[in-house]
Structures are given as structure tokens and as C-alpha cells.
């Protein structure tokens, strides 16, 4: 059975860090490309950054362009996402997502076909 579990969330003052790790199983990780959404309270979920299945492309939500990287292992089966100098803004539950195949955008939850249950990260100001 395919399953993804996040952790690394938690609660951090303004200007803080936090990486979120990523755990996959039961589906051929190294495969496809993985990403980060994150969705807040009365939110849409929002396509945070992605990277590709080797590695070879990254890709960032705007707001975080400097601030956050997104990373993997795939001999560990295993994606990340270091955060710096988090803001109140980044207040969300974030989850990881793995895509199958190359169709639909890169910034699309549609396009990711397995989903982690999500971690609460809480920036305080």
C-alpha cells in the first residue's frame, strides 16, 4: 500500500527554521517528481516547491524563493523541505505529494496522485 508520512512540523517563532522530512512506501519513489503543498485554514491548497524525479529541476512558490529547498533521497526513499526565516504567512499544514506520471502543471494538486496526511507548522510573530 503507498503511503507517504510527513513530520518535522511544530511551532516556531518569526525569523525561525524547520524541515520537514518526507517518508515514502510501498511506491516506487524514485520514479516521479515530488512537491510540497501547503493549505491553511479556509485556504485553497497552494503548490509550495517541487522537484523533479532525479533531482534536476526545482521550483518554488514566489513568497518562498530564498527561504525555502526542497530536497530528496531516493535511496532513502525520502523528500525534504528546509524552511528559513519563517513568517507568521507560512502558518499551514504542509504536505508532501508524489506525481505517477509527467501530465498536468507541476504546481497542480490534480497532477499528484499519492498524499501524505500533512503536518501543522505554526510560525508565531
Known amino acids: 500500500q503507498a503511503q507517504l508520512v510527513e513530520s518535522g512540523g511544530g511551532l516556531v517563532q518569526a525569523g525561525g527554521s524547520l524541515r520537514l522530512s518526507c517518508a515514502a512506501s510501498?511506491?516506487?519513489?524514485?520514479?516521479?517528481?515530488m512537491a510540497w503543498f501547503r493549505q491553511a485554514p479556509g485556504e485553497e491548497r497552494e503548490f509550495v516547491a517541487s522537484?523533479?524525479?532525479?533531482?534536476?529541476?526545482?521550483y518554488y512558490l514566489d513568497s518562498v524563493k530564498g527561504r525555502f529547498t526542497i530536497s530528496r533521497d531516493n535511496a532513502k526513499n525520502s523528500g525534504y523541505l528546509q524552511m528559513n526565516s519563517l513568517k507568521p504567512e507560512d502558518t499551514a499544514v504542509y504536505f508532501c505529494?508524489?506525481?505517477?506520471?509527467?501530465?498536468?502543471?507541476?504546481?497542480?494538486?490534480?497532477?499528484?496522485?499519492?498524499w501524505g496526511q500533512g503536518t501543522q507548522v505554526t510560525v508565531s510573530s
Open positions: 510501498g511506491l516506487t519513489f524514485s520514479s516521479g517528481a
Open positions: 522537484i523533479s524525479a532525479t533531482s534536476s529541476s526545482r
Open positions: 505529494a508524489q506525481r505517477t506520471g509527467a501530465s498536468g502543471f507541476y504546481y497542480s494538486p490534480t497532477s499528484y496522485r499519492y
